[in-house]
């Protein structure tokens, strides 16, 4: 079966800096877009990042653009997430996911979440 754990959450100063892993198993990894996807407390989730399977094409949400970078190793089944310049508005709960495909840059066109792990930015 399919199973996302995501990793390397934490509590971060403004400005600072976390990087997210998430490792994969129980599909082809290396042949799936994968996405990133936040929920902040009392909001929606939120689609952040995608990349296409085999890691040359990448998306972003205006919110994050220019300072989180998507990459995969497909050699170790495992998607990441570097985030720069954190902000609290950057507060949530971040989820790995598999989207339908190359066009979603939705939550609700997510295949399969992971568990999440916790991003806190505060002073």
């Known amino acids: 079966q399919v199973q996302l754990v995501e990793s390397g959450g934490g509590l971060v100063q403004p400005g600072g800096s976390l990087r997210l892993s998430c490792a994969a198993s129980?599909?082809?990894?290396?042949?799936?877009?994968m996405s990133w996807v936040r929920q902040a407390p009392g909001k929606g989730p939120e689609w952040v990042s995608s990349?296409?399977?085999?890691?040359?094409?990448?998306r972003y949400a205006d919110s994050v653009k220019g300072r989180f970078t998507i990459s995969r190793d497909n050699a170790k089944n495992t998607l990441y997430l570097q985030m720069n310049s954190l902000k609290p508005e950057d507060t949530a709960l971040y989820y790995c996911?598999?989207?339908?495909?190359?066009?979603?840059?939705?939550?609700?066109?997510?295949?399969?979440w992971g568990q999440g792990t916790q991003v806190t930015v505060s002073s």
């Open positions: 990349i296409n399977a085999g890691g040359e094409r990448t």
């Open positions: 996911a598999v989207p339908q495909g190359a066009t979603c840059v939705s939550p609700l066109c997510m295949d399969y």
């Open positions: 129980g599909f082809t990894f290396s042949s799936y877009y």
